[in-house]
């Protein structure tokens, strides 16, 4: 396991899922987590079970104030920010013609712009405790479509796009940022969804574990050459159409 002693991360929608995976993962690895959600009491209760180099902030992605108050906290508590995890995200279906204008809004809202304000309350500290690195969580949809799932993949390609500029304007003061794009994983955002179809090549839904694997090496110094790219996690999903081996 790569060492994250030194590391000090804020991870937005920290308190369940693979966001909750991630804050564990870095506490067990050395680092120092503020986790930032919207659901106070299980963010609050995963804090406390670990420990001092936890902490819970009530974070909504979609206030600059509230990642401000979220930012000052890591600051004050741990004294610095080097890693920030936007991960906080929402999903949702709906056939063009059926999908409305507000539910458009709210998607880019939380999962795009709650990335960019998370960057931008974080961008100083990030530069004055560098090396430091952002990591943004895609999908497999920031990479390909899917019917019926548009302003979620619009998000996930924005959050794509976004990453590669920040990488650019902030490598000069070893700032890294990476997307990683997770394929079908077992959380509460994907339960009672009929999601076979969507497993690749190794024929499962993911663990959060797994995923938090690839978000540890990139919040470490073992990944410094590693910036403005995106990381695939996915099983094989995007390797190809899963078929019966044909014989001639
Ligand atoms: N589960 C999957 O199959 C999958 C696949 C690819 C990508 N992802 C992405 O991974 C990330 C984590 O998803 P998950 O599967 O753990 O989902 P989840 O629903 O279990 O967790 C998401 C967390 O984000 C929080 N959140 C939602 N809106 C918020 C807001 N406005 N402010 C702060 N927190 C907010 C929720 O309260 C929750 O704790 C998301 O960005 C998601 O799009 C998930």
Do not use: C
Request: hydrophobic share 45%; charged share 15%; proline share 2%.
């Amino acid at each position: 396991m790569p060492s994250l002693i030194g590391k000090i991360a804020l991870v937005s929608g920290g308190a369940r899922g693979m966001g909750a995976s991630h804050s564990r993962a870095i506490v067990d690895a050395g680092g120092k987590v503020v986790i930032g959600d919207l659901l106070d009491d299980e963010g609050s209760r995963l804090a406390e079970e670990l420990g001092e180099g936890a902490v819970y902030v009530h974070l909504d992605v979609t206030s600059s104030v509230d990642w401000k108050n979220a930012v000052d906290l890591a600051v004050r508590t741990f004294g610095g920010l080097n890693v920030l995890v936007n991960n906080a995200g929402i999903t949702g279906f709906g056939k063009i013609g059926e999908y409305t204008e507000d539910q458009w809004h709210t998607m880019i809202n939380v999962n795009a712009t709650g990335q960019f304000l998370g960057i931008t309350a974080a961008r100083d500290a990030l530069v004055s405790s560098a090396p430091s690195s952002i990591i943004n969580i895609s999908s497999t949809a920031g990479i390909q479509g899917t019917p019926g799932l548009h302003a979620y993949v619009a998000s996930k390609f924005a959050v794509r796009g976004l990453t590669k500029s920040v990488a650019l304007e902030l490598g000069v003061f070893n700032v890294r940022a990476n997307s990683v794009h997770p394929g079908v994983i077992n959380t509460p955002m994907i339960a009672g969804l009929d999601l076979a179809a969507n497993v690749g090549a190794l024929h499962r839904a993911g663990e959060p574990e797994e995923v938090s694997n690839l978000v540890l090496f990139l919040a470490s110094n073992e990944s410094s050459y590693l910036t403005g790219t995106e990381l695939v996690v996915d099983g094989g999903q995007l390797a190809g159409i899963l078929a019966e081996v044909q014989t001639l």
